[in-house]
């Protein structure tokens, strides 16, 4: 247990619609990411936040955005939703902002559009 | 760097034998670079790193390398088990060096 928590687990959703996955990232870490894995795919940053502001973006689509609330604790939210969003999604976290620190990954949401 | 090249994209070995994963990075700044395996529907788990004051770490059956100057790094898994059947995914610092940027991953199947 990476102590990165996620929910919900599984998902499913219909096309064009909107959902959120949530993360509480470890005790005391400041940053967390976020990333999508399809099917066959590698793991693909979408951004990141540390200590409530966005630090760095990486291939996050403009129906796609994020927040982290003053708890630490980050949202994902994916609206008009496709099928080819179908995927997992991990968040992950680090104790800083700058990669003095590991990255530890919580267990993922995966998520199916229908 | 932002572009990390990971070879090969499968790999198959007989229990007991070694593997070797190959990664090249672009930015010769670069000076983290862990290595995270995932088992099937779970989630990436970092199981060695190495920062680039040092050319080698260990770590019982597993070993990185780091060639600087080609600026290439390596996981080498001794006497491997079925146990280590996964997928082994390379990184190295992304876009402003507080992400990471991810190989596209190695398939490892250590048959019994």
């Known amino acids: 247990d990476s102590g990165v928590t996620q929910t919900p687990k599984h998902l499913i959703t219909a096309t064009g619609q909107r959902v959120t996955l949530r993360c509480s990232p470890r005790s005391g870490d400041l940053s967390v990411y976020w990333y999508q894995q399809s099917l066959d795919q590698g793991l693909q940053f979408?951004?990141?936040?540390?200590?409530?502001?966005?630090?760095?973006?990486?291939?996050?689509?403009?129906?796609?955005?994020?927040?982290?609330?003053?708890?630490?604790?980050?949202?994902?939210?994916?609206?008009?939703?496709?099928?080819?969003?179908?995927?997992?999604?991990?968040?992950?976290?680090?104790?800083?902002?700058?990669?003095?620190?590991?990255?530890?990954?919580?267990?993922?949401?995966?998520?199916?559009?229908? | 760097g932002e572009n990390v090249e990971q070879h090969p994209s499968t790999l198959s070995v007989q229990e007991g034998d070694s593997a070797v994963i190959k990664c090249t990075y672009s930015d010769s700044a670069?000076?983290?670079?862990?290595?995270?395996?995932?088992?099937?529907?779970?989630?990436?788990?970092?199981?060695?790193?190495?920062?680039?004051?040092?050319?080698?770490?260990?770590?019982?059956?597993?070993?990185?390398?780091?060639?600087?100057?080609?600026?290439?790094?390596?996981?080498?898994?001794?006497?491997?088990?079925?146990?280590?059947s996964a997928v082994y995914f390379c990184a190295a610092p992304g876009r402003g060096y507080s992400t990471l940027t991810f190989g596209k991953g190695t398939m490892l199947l250590v048959s019994p």
């Not at chain 1, 955005?65 to 980050?74: E, N």
Request: hydrophobic share 30%; charged share 25%.
């Open chain 2, 30 to 84: 670069s000076n983290y670079f862990p290595w995270y395996k995932q088992e099937l529907g779970k989630r990436p788990q970092l199981i060695i790193d190495i920062r680039s004051n040092v050319g080698e770490k260990k770590d019982q059956r597993i070993a990185v390398t780091l060639n600087k100057t080609a600026k290439h790094f390596s996981l080498h898994i001794t006497e491997t088990q079925p146990e280590d």
């Open chain 1, 46 to 114: 979408l951004i990141q936040y540390y200590n409530g502001e966005e630090r760095a973006k990486g291939n996050i689509l403009e129906r796609f955005s994020a927040q982290q609330f003053p708890d630490l604790h980050s949202e994902l939210n994916l609206s008009s939703l496709e099928l080819g969003d179908s995927a997992l999604y991990f968040c992950a976290s680090s104790a800083l902002g700058t990669l003095s620190y590991e990255q530890y990954f919580g267990p993922g949401t995966r998520l199916t559009v229908t």
